[in-house]
């Protein structure tokens, strides 16, 4: 039933998989380099120390969907190193109380790295007249829930 909605769906909006390609393939590495090198030239992009979850038995450092733990906020246990799904409160790995591995269940540790950050919050005025513009077709459950993270203040983005 749902796949033919969504078929359905794809092609009302004219949408079909005529050009797929991999997140790793030319394309991507291109339009990747082109924002970066945009984004970086006009000072948008830097470098910043910081801590991450590294686990000693894999030796690497965890991605927040490697790593879960319980919420330090509404004690859920068994929670993602990236968001609560009890509270929905936004996490970053090293959040996490009594944190465990996914790939080994070994208990990781804080390590310092260095990241590049994208100025995200210097946008922040911006999007919030974008997301309240009345011709912003944005449905008003995730409007107000961008408003909820605009008024607590937007954190500078990692992306490397």
């Given at each position: 039933k749902h796949w033919k909605e969504h078929q359905e769906d794809f092609r009302k909006y004219l949408v079909d998989y005529?050009?797929?390609y991999h997140t790793d393939g030319p394309e991507n590495k291109e339009l990747a380099l082109w924002f970066y090198n945009t984004f970086n030239e006009k000072g948008y992009i830097y470098r910043k120390k910081m801590l991450a979850?590294?686990?000693?038995?894999?030796?690497?450092?965890?991605p927040d969907r490697f790593v879960k733990g319980q919420c330090?906020?509404?004690e859920a246990e068994d929670q993602y190193g990236d968001i609560c799904e009890k509270c929905s409160t936004i996490l970053k790995?090293?959040?996490?109380?009594?944190p465990k591995c996914?790939?080994?269940?070994?208990?990781p540790h804080?390590?310092?790295t260095?990241?590049?950050?994208?100025?995200?919050?210097?946008?922040?005025?911006d999007l919030k007249a974008w997301i309240n513009n009345p011709d912003c077709l944005v449905q008003k459950d995730i409007r107000n829930w961008v408003n909820s993270w605009l008024e607590k203040g937007l954190e500078d983005w990692c992306i490397s």
């Open positions: 005529n050009n797929y979850v590294y686990c000693e038995d894999c030796q690497r450092y965890l330090p906020y509404c790995g090293v959040d996490l109380v009594n996914t790939l080994c269940d070994a208990t804080e390590k310092e260095e990241h590049y950050f994208f100025k995200l919050k210097e946008f922040s005025l």
